[in-house]
C-alpha cells in the first residue's frame, strides 16, 4: 500500500506527503511572526526548509506522477526543481543560523536533487562542499507510546522478520573478506537448519546495519557526497579519488584503473547498502528490474517500476479526473 501508515506497513506515500505538508504549512505560517514573538523562529524555517527539501527529493524520485496540494500533475523534474529550491533556501538560513549540520545537510541534499537533474556541473560543486566524517541522522529510539519512534527497519528484519536481505546482497566480499559495507547473516534454528521468515518459504538473511530500535539511519553524508562527485564529475582523477575516500571510510584498498558508470553504481549499492536509495538509483539509471517468477511462483510486474498515485489521490484530486 502506498498510503499505509504504521510500524509494520511498507506503505510511505500518505506519510511522506503529510510529512512535505506540514514542513511547507509550518515554514508559511511561522514566516508570519517575529523572532520576538516565537522562540527558534529561525531554526524551525531552516529546519522546515531543509527537512522539507527531502521530502520533495524522495517523491520525485519515487513516484511516477506527483501532486501536490491537490495541484495538477508534476513529473519528477517539476517535483525535484521544487527540492532543490528549498535546499537552497535551507543553506542561507543555515548559513545565517550559523548551524554548519544544516547547512551541509541541504549542501548535500541538493547535490543529490541535481543530481537527478542532471545538473552534473552544480551536482559536483555542492558535493565537494560538504566535509568529510559529516552525517546527518534520522533518529529513533525505543518508546513505550508509539512505534513510529522506533527503527522501522530493525522492526522488520529482526523483530519481525518481514523482510530477507536478497540474493544480490547475499555474501558480497572485497579483498578477500566479507564486505563491511554490506554486513548480512544467514538466519539458523537450533539445529543448524536456515531459518524461514515470516512467510514460511524463505531462508531468512538479516541486515546487521540497524541492530536495535534506536539504530540512527543517515539522512545525508559525506560518503555518499562523494559518490555523487564521483558520478557528476567529468575528471577521470577527481572521480577515482572520490570512490577511493569512500572506501577508506571502511578500511577498504583502493580502486584502480577507469571509473566507469558500472564501477560507480556498484559502489553506491554496496556503501548506501540499506540506506533507500538502489530503488531509485535503478529508476535514475533505468537498470533492469527483476521479472519471471519469484520463489514461491508468484510473477512478477513486467511493467511497473516507480510507484503509481495511489487512489486515495487520484480518486479525490478534480486535476485528476477522467485522465
Given amino acids: 500500500s502506498c498510503a499505509g501508515r504504521n510500524a509494520t506497513s511498507l ?29 527558534n523562529r529561525q531554526r524551525m524555517l531552516t529546519e522546515a526548509r531543509a527537512y522539507g527539501g527531502y521530502a520533495y527529493l524522495i517523491l520525485g524520485e519515487t513516484m511516477c506522477d506527483m501532486t501536490v496540494d491537490g495541484g495538477p500533475k508534476l513529473t519528477s523534474a517539476d517535483v525535484w526543481k521544487m527540492a532543490e529550491d528549498h535546499f537552497t533556501e535551507a ?49 529513533y529510539n525505543a518508546s513505550t507510546t508509539s512505534q513510529a519512534r522506533e527503527n522501522r527497519i530493525f522492526n522488520m528484519t529482526f523483530t519481525n522478520l518481514f523482510i530477507s536481505v536478497a540474493p544480490p546482497y547475499q555474501g558480497l566480499t572485497v579483498d578477500g573478506k566479507p564486505d563491511p559495507r554490506v554486513p548480512v547473516t544467514a538466519l539458523k534454528t537450533s539445529s543448524g537448519a536456515a531459518r524461514l521468515g515470516q512467510d514460511g518459504v524463505t531462508p531468512f538473511f538479516q541486515q546487521q546495519v ?17 559518490l555523487i562527485l564521483a558520478e557528476a564529475s567529468t575528471d577521470q582523477a577527481e572521480k577515482l579519488a572520490a570512490l577511493n575516500r569512500v572506501r577508506a571510510l571502511n578500511n577498504i584498498s583502493p580502486l584502480t584503473g577507469t571509473v566507469t558508470d558500472a564501477v560507480i553504481l556498484e559502489e553506491r549499492r554496496r556503501q548506501l547498502f540499506s540506506q533507500g536509495q538502489r530503488y531509485t538509483d535503478m529508476l535514475r539509471k533505468k537498470l533492469p528490474f527483476q521479472t519471471g517468477t519469484n520463489r514461491k511462483g508468484q510473477v512478477y510486474n513486467d511493467d511497473l517500476t516507480c510507484i503509481p498515485l495511489p487512489d486515495v489521490e487520484t480518486q479525490n484530486n478534480p486535476n485528476f479526473k477522467g485522465s
Avoid: C, H, W
Fill in 91 to 139: 543553506i542561507t538560513l543555515a548559513t545565517t543560523l550559523g548551524d554548519n549540520s544544516l547547512k551541509n545537510m541541504a549542501i548535500a541534499g541538493r547535490a543529490r536533487a541535481r543530481l537527478d537533474m542532471g545538473k552534473l556541473a552544480d551536482a559536483a560543486a555542492d558535493a565537494r562542499l560538504v566535509p568529510a566524517g559529516f552525517v546527518r541522522n534520522a533518529e
Fill in 11 to 39: 506503505g510511505f506515500y500518505t506519510p511522506m506527503q503529510q510529512a512535505r505538508f506540514q514542513l511547507d504549512d509550518l515554514f508559511k505560517r511561522a514566516s508570519d511572526f517575529t523572532d520576538q514573538e516565537v522562540p
Fill in 210 to 226: 540497524y541492530t536495535s530500535v534506536s539504530s540512527p539511519v543517515p539522512i545525508a553524508s559525506y560518503a555518499e557526497s562523494q
